[in-house]
Every structure is written in structure tokens, then in C-alpha cells.
């Protein structure tokens, strides 16, 4: 499905990249005299001013995309028609503020050799200015007489990881991947290719995408701009492996994708891996998304921003104008205001999860429905997981921030590893249920209660952390799995469940024990309780309800002593007097609701029975 989407997708695009060309990042262009020197070394990337939190700014540059010709995809050192990497152009390393065309594998030499025989051979017989000072360059460029270059030099670190471009120095308009007499050439080159191919003994067959007989693609074409992949790319399609031959066909025969379609799909993939509003990265997964249609920038905008809200707070990183905006859509979409907003809700829209293994891109999920549908879809996740007044949406990286421990997020040694992140196949599976509107994954309830008894709040000097995300996706969770809303978003009286009810009696409990002490408490039964209290009711509760006992003795306030002592009276009779020996992962959650939202309900003063308390203490739960 993805294969055949993203070639309809490239065929609806009107600036697609011809066969032959791709589309490429450029830093720098480099100004050259008709004699083949270097007059110039510009920048040519973008500024953009971005706004962050705290109210400054900062730039940031950003390279322009030009039309190269196809760029090679072997990871060894081999040729491109006009070249754009710095060790190939100059033949140099840099190295702490030196140029040298030397190294440990002599690769800067030889990489330089491979360029000047390609492409001098290419250029010898155009005849343009451009291209002739491209050649004369080729011809006159010595390595090993250019390590003090001012040019060079000025870019510092710059120079090993940047892109380059080539353009006549009095001319700026002119630039030689864009020459007229080099593409005519180029498409002649192309052409003879193509000859050679068709005069090959390559069997025709039925494309399995476009269904027209087309020779088959041998090799696909690799996918850059994976997070964490290989940087020459990986493939999505590919058999390097006896095992995966069959009927004597080897290497991606297998897959009957003809050359075309291969053409189409991993331009298009990488076309929208290029561009920011196109994919989203959640730790060790990169999301793309896009919609049927020639300008899909509207939808994929607010698809990020559903998504989006509180990076800022946890990453510290820039705030869109869409995660500014997008609470704003989200009410009006509550509201079914829909009519004016420059959204397409019936085009069909497409997520993808991908994920590198190796040489290879893992897809890990692929999503597709009617725009208008993922909205509802996503519209009822953040309802389900919302817990008191349900203001603010939560972002997937909030939701995954929620699944790691707080002690991941400081720095690890080099010979450490690295466990912060949400495991993919989690990630997977809470995107698929987001946007299918179907049950979160079992790992993720399992995974919230772990963090909720484990981990600790150091900021507020608790062993145990409960907040409003956890609390709700545990409400969400349980309320999806019965198909029916068993946890209200605040206290529920009528609620009887057991766990839900011991929750609420351990809320009461702690209430008791901090408004019997005069000045705060370093720890209260929480920190040395709750664990347990949560997994083994019938263990614990006898013992906390002595203590409670004892702590309402303190109360100088009979009338708040009374209400207290009444209030766990109340939840007792309805637990018919007894405590569940053990609580199953379900009710675990059912329990840190139900203590979550009673402990809320303690610092509210709502309730006209409840007697007027000395001070008001915020709630941390």
C-alpha cells in the first residue's frame, strides 16, 4: 500500500524531479574565474529568525535545495556528475583548523582522483563558459599547494560537513548544474543509458505497482533522512540473500516493482523526508505523513500540530506558529466549526512509521483514511485521556516523556547504553490506536503504572509520581478495553470498583496524615506505602488505617476530624468491610485513578460538608 500511495502521491506533484535528477541540500556556492580559480566562496543558505519561550530569538540557517544530477549511491568512493562533496571537490581534510590532503587511508586522494577523471571526461567537449571554468578548475586544482586557501579556511568546521554548488564569478545568475549546454549533454548522456539498458537481456514483466509491462528495477534506490540510519541511506525494498530468492529470481526481481515505479516511490519518500512539514521525529521513530493532493502543506501542518503543544516545555525547542495555533483549531473542532478552516477533510491522508535496521528501512506501521476521519479519531484520543477540565491537548511527546523514568534524562557515559527512548514497536502501536480510534496497546498501561510506583519526583521530594498525563492514559486505557467510559474525568462516587475504591481510601488516608502535622512533612504513607498499597491491598490497609486513626487523634478541629473520619468509613462500607489481596495490572491503574482524582478532590472546596481547613495547600496529583 505504501509503495503504490507514494507513487500516486509523486505523480500528483507538479515539480517533480525528472528521472535522472534529484533534489539535493547546498551550503555554499563557489564562485569561479574563467581560468578555473576560486574568486569566492559564498553562503547561500537561509536565515530564518526563529522565536523560542523565553521570549528571545535566534537564526538559523538553512540550506537551499537545488536539481543535481543523480547522486551515487554506493558507500565507497565513486563518481557524481558534478560533484558537491569538499573531500572530493578539494581533495582536503580538515582537521583542528588544518587542511591537509592527507589521512590514514589516503581517501581524501583518492576520492579527488575519482572526481577530476569523471567529470573532466564529462566536460572536456562542452562548450559554455561555465563549464569551461569547471574544467580548467579540474585541470588546475593541486591539493597539496591549496592547504593554506583563504577560502577554505574561512569556512573552519564548516567545510567537512556542507554541500557545494558551482557558479561564474560576474555571472550569479549562472550556475552549472543549471547550464543549458551541460543538461543537454547530461540528457544525451541519460539517454545512451538508457539504450544500453533496453538492449540488455532484461526480461519484461507485469509492474506489481502500475500494473503495465515495464522492465523490473535490479537494485532500488536508497532512502536518506531516516533518523538514525546509515547517512548514505537505507533501502526500502531489497533481497541481497539467497534466502530470499525464489523461482530463480535474485536481488529485488522478488518484488516485481518495475524501474519506473522504483523511480517514483523513492523520489517521492525522500522528497518528503527533505521537507520538515512532511515528518515528525518520536525518539527512534521517523513519522511521515502526507495527503493526496498537488499542496497538502494546510493538512500536514495540522496533523503535526495535533501532535505537537508541549515540546517546548520539555525540550526547550522552538515553538511553531502551528503548536501556538493549534489549541485554538482543536476547540473549534470540538465545536464542529469546521467550514472555514482551509482544510480538506475528504482527501485522503497517509502516515508512515519507519525505522532504520542496518542498510535496510523498517516500516513499522502505515496509516490511511479520510483526513476528516483522523481528526475525529484523534479529537476522541484526546478526550480519553483527558482528566479534570480537559483543557490543554496532550503531545505524543509528552505522552512519551510519561514512559520513560525521570532518571533518564540525565546525560549518560560513553560506555553506557542508551535506554531513555519509548521502544519503537510501543510508538507503533499508540499511533496505530490513536489514529484507528481502536484500544492502546496492553504495553502502554503496564508501562504507566510502572512509572507511576518506580519512579520519583524529585522536585517536589516524592518517591512516587502521579500527574494528570498518567492519570489519563491509564483513564483511557481502562475505559477503551471495556468499550465504555468505566472512569469518568473527576471523581466518581458511584464508581464501586474495589481497586478504584481503595485509591480513593489511601487518598483520604494521606490527606489525614498531612493536615494532622503542623509543618510539612518530609515523606508521607505515599512514599513508603503506595507500591505496595497499589499491588497488595489487604497487606497494607490495616496497618494504614490504625496510623490514620491515630493521626486524626491530633485534630484539634473535631468537625474536620469527624468529616475525615466519616469519609474512609464511607469508602470502607462500600468495600463490604474487606481488601483485596491482590490487584491485577488493570486495577492497579484503576487504583492510581481513583487515588489520583479523590486526592484532587480533597484540595477543591466544592464540597458544602467539608469543614473550612486552617490553610490550602496546592495539589501535586
Not at 506533484?13 to 535522472?20: F, I, M, V
Not at 588544518?98 to 575519482?114: E, G, I, M, Q
Not at 548544474?177 to 538492449?199: C, G, I, M, R, V
Request: charged share 30%.
Amino acid at each position: 500500500m505504501l509503495i503504490k500511495a507514494l507513487c500516486d502521491y509523486s505523480a500528483l506533484q507538479e515539480n517533480k524531479t525528472p528521472a535522472g535528477y534529484c533534489e539535493y541540500d547546498i551550503h555554499y556556492e563557489i564562485l569561479l574565474t574563467p581560468e578555473g580559480k576560486i574568486a569566492a566562496i559564498n553562503d547561500v543558505r537561509i536565515p530564518q529568525i526563529i522565536k523560542l519561550k523565553n521570549g528571545k530569538t535566534k537564526i538559523n540557517y538553512f540550506p537551499v535545495m537545488e536539481q543535481f544530477p543523480v547522486r551515487t549511491e554506493k558507500t565507497d568512493i565513486d563518481k557524481n556528475t558534478i560533484e558537491h562533496r569538499s573531500r572530493y571537490i578539494f581533495g582536503l581534510n580538515y582537521d583542528k583548523g588544518t587542511l591537509t590532503p592527507t589521512d590514514a587511508t589516503n581517501k581524501a586522494v583518492k576520492s579527488h582522483k575519482c572526481f577530476c577523471e569523471w567529470n573532466e571526461k564529462f566536460f572536456e567537449n562542452i562548450d559554455s563558459p561555465i563549464c569551461k571554468a569547471y574544467l580548467n578548475f579540474i585541470r588546475t586544482w593541486d591539493p597539496e599547494q591549496e592547504t593554506q586557501n583563504p577560502h577554505l579556511l574561512a569556512l573552519g568546521k564548516e567545510y567537512s560537513n556542507s554541500h557545494f554548488e558551482f557558479g561564474l564569478d560576474g555571472s550569479p545568475e549562472t550556475k552549472l548544474h543549471n547550464d543549458s549546454k551541460f543538461k543537454a549533454a547530461y540528457e544525451d548522456y541519460l539517454a545512451q543509458l538508457n539504450a544500453d539498458s533496453d538492449s540488455d537481456d532484461t526480461e519484461l514483466s507485469t509492474c506489481s505497482i502500475l500494473g503495465e509491462k515495464l522492465p523490473q528495477a535490479r537494485i532500488h534506490n536508497k532512502i536518506k533522512g531516516i533518523k538514525g540510519g546509515m547517512s548514505s541511506g537505507g533501502t526500502l525494498v531489497g533481497m541481497n540473500d539467497t534466502a530470499f530468492e525464489s523461482y530463480g529470481k535474485k536481488q529485488s526481481y522478488n518484488s516485481n516493482v518495475s524501474e519506473k515505479a522504483m523511480q517514483m516511490y523513492t523520489s517521492a519518500l525522500n522528497y518528503l523526508l527533505s521537507k520538515r512539514d512532511h515528518y515528525k521525529i518520536i525518539d527512534d521513530m521517523t513519522i511521515v505523513y502526507f495527503a493526496m493532493k498537488k499542496n497538502d502543506t494546510e493538512e500536514c501542518n495540522m496533523f503535526a500540530g495535533m501532535f505537537s503543544g508541549f515540546e517546548d516545555e520539555l525540550n526547550k525547542s522552538v515553538v511553531t506558529e502551528a503548536d501556538r495555533n493549534i489549541n485554538t483549531v482543536m476547540t473549534q473542532l470540538k465545536q464542529g466549526k469546521t467550514a472555514d478552516m482551509p482544510y480538506d477533510h475528504n482527501v485522503d491522508f497517509y502516515v508512515v512509521g519507519l525505522t532504520p535496521n542496518k542498510s535496510r528501512v523498517c516500516q513499522k506501521f502505515v496509516y490511511h483514511d479520510k483526513f476528516g476521519k483522523i481528526l475525529d479519531n484523534v479529537m476522541k484520543h484526546q478526550h480519553d485521556i483527558a482528566i479534570g477540565d480537559y483543557k490543554r491537548q496532550v503531545s505524543i511527546e509528552r505522552i512519551g516523556h510519561e514512559l520513560i523514568s525521570p532518571k533518564a534524562s540525565k546525560p549518560k557515559k560513553d560506555d553506557e547504553n542508551d535506554t531513555n527512548k519509548v521502544p519503537p514497536p510501543l510508538t507503533a502501536a499508540l499511533f496505530e490506536a490513536i489514529l484507528k480510534g481502536t484500544r492502546y496497546p496492553e504495553e502502554l498501561l503496564s508501562t504507566v503504572v510502572a512509572r507511576v510506583k518506580t519512579d520519583s519526583d524529585e522536585e517536589k521530594n516524592h518517591f512516587i509520581k502521579i500527574n494528570d498525563v498518567r492519570t489519563g492514559l491509564i483513564k483511557g486505557c481502562i475505559n477503551r478495553k471495556q468499550n465504555k467510559e468505566e472512569i469518568k474525568m473527576s471523581l466518581d462516587l458511584e464508581n464501586k470498583n474495589q481497586a478504584y475504591l481503595c485509591g480513593r481510601l489511601f487518598a483520604v488516608m494521606e490527606k489525614i496524615q498531612q493536615d494532622s502535622s503542623e509543618a510539612p512533612l518530609n515523606s508521607t504513607i505515599k512514599d513508603n506505602y503506595f507500591s505496595s498499597a497499589c499491588s497488595r491491598p489487604a497487606t497494607v490497609f490495616p496497618k494504614l488505617y490504625s496510623l490514620s486513626q491515630n493521626h486524626l487523634k491530633k485534630f484539634e478541629n473535631s468537625k474536620l476530624r469527624n468529616y475525615y473520619n466519616d469519609k474512609c468509613l464511607e469508602i470502607i462500607d462500600d468495600l463490604n468491610g474487606e481488601f483485596p489481596q491482590t490487584l491485577s495490572n488493570d486495577d492497579q491503574g484503576r487504583f492510581i485513578v481513583g487515588y489520583a482524582q479523590q486526592y484532587r478532590d480533597l484540595y477543591t472546596k466544592k464540597s458544602k460538608d467539608k469543614p473550612e481547613e486552617n490553610s490550602e495547600v496546592k495539589p501535586e496529583a
